[in-house]
C-alpha cells in the first residue's frame, strides 16, 4: 500500500503541466503549493536541467539571487509577489524565444515540493504572394511564409471558402528549427476565382494567418496582348535589328579606319613640307 502510494505521488510530481507560447510573447509559468498562506519567507528555485547552467530565477530571504542565473534570462524573469501572498508561486518570463523551449522545474522550501511546467515554445507568421510568372492562358502564383515553429500547413482557398489544388508545397527548416514554407497556384485564365487567399496553418498552437489577392481582369489583358504572333514579331524585329546594327557596325569601323589613314597620309606629307623648308 505505501509503495502504490508513493507511486501515485510520484506520478502526480513528474505530471508536467503544460503551457504554450509565441516567440515575443510573455508566458506565466504557475504552481499552486496549495498553502494558501504567504510564502515569501520560502526558497523558490525555477530551473531547467537540460542548460548545463541550469538556474532561471533564484529566490531567497525576500529577494532574488542574480549570481546563479543562467545569463540567457538575465532581466526576463519576475515572480509574483502578490502570487506568493497566496502561496502561488508565478514566474513571468518575458519576451519567448524559441530556446526557451523546454521543462521548468520549481522547487519550493525543499525537494520534496518539486514541480514540473513544460513549456512549448511556437512562431508565426503572415505569408507573402507573388506572381511567379504567365501566358496567355494562365497564372502562377506564389506563396511563402518564413520562420514558423512547429511546421505548419499551407492552403489555397477561393473566395467561396473552396479548398483549390497547389502546384507545389515546399518546407524547409533553419538549423535554429524555424520552417520556412512555400506553394505555387496555377490560376487559368477562364477560371472563375479572381479572389485568391493563402492560408498558413499550425494545429498544436491553433495559429492561422493568410493573405488574400484579387487579380484584376486586365492583368490577363496584358498577357493576351502579349500573344505568340507579337512575340514572333518581337523576336523578328529583333533579329533584323541586330543584324542592322552589325552592318552599321562594320560601316562606321570602315569610315574609321579610312578616315586615320588620310589622317597619316596629311601627317606625313606636313612633315615632307617641313623637312623641305
Ligand atoms: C519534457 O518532459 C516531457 C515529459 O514530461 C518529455 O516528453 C520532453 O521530451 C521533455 N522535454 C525536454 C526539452 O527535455
Ligand atoms: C502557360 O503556363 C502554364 C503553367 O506554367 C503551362 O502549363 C501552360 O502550358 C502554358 N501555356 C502556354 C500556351 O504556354
Ligand atoms: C527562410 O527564409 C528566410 C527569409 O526569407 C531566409 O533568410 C532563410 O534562409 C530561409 N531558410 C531556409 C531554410 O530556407
Ligand atoms: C482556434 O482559434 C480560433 C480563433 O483564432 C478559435 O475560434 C478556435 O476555437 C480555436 N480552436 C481551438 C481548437 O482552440
Known sequence: MAVLCLLLICFSAGEAHTMRALVGDDVTLSVDTTTSSDISESVMEWSRLDLSSDIVHLYENRRTKYKKQNPDYKGRTMLSAEDLDRGIISLKLSGVRLADEGNYTCLFNSKDNMYSV????????????????????????????????????LSWWNADGH????????????????YNISSTLVVERKSPNRHLICRVHQELFNQTRETE???????????????????GFLAASLVFLLAALVILAIACRTVHKNSQKQKDMMVTSCQNEDLKT
Not at 479548398?163 to 524555424?178: H, S
Open 213 to 231: 489577392i484579387h487579380l484584376p481582369e486586365n492583368l490577363f489583358r496584358v498577357l493576351k496582348q502579349c500573344s505568340p504572333k507579337f512575340y
Open 118 to 153: 513544460q513549456l512549448l515554445v511556437g512562431a508565426a507568421s503572415s505569408p507573402v504572394i507573388t506572381l511567379e510568372g504567365g501566358n496567355i492562358s494562365s497564372l502562377v502564383l506564389g506563396c511563402r511564409a518564413k520562420g514558423w515553429y512547429p511546421q505548419p500547413k
Open 163 to 178: 479548398l483549390l489544388p497547389a502546384v507545389t508545397v515546399t518546407t524547409t527548416q533553419d538549423p535554429d528549427r524555424l
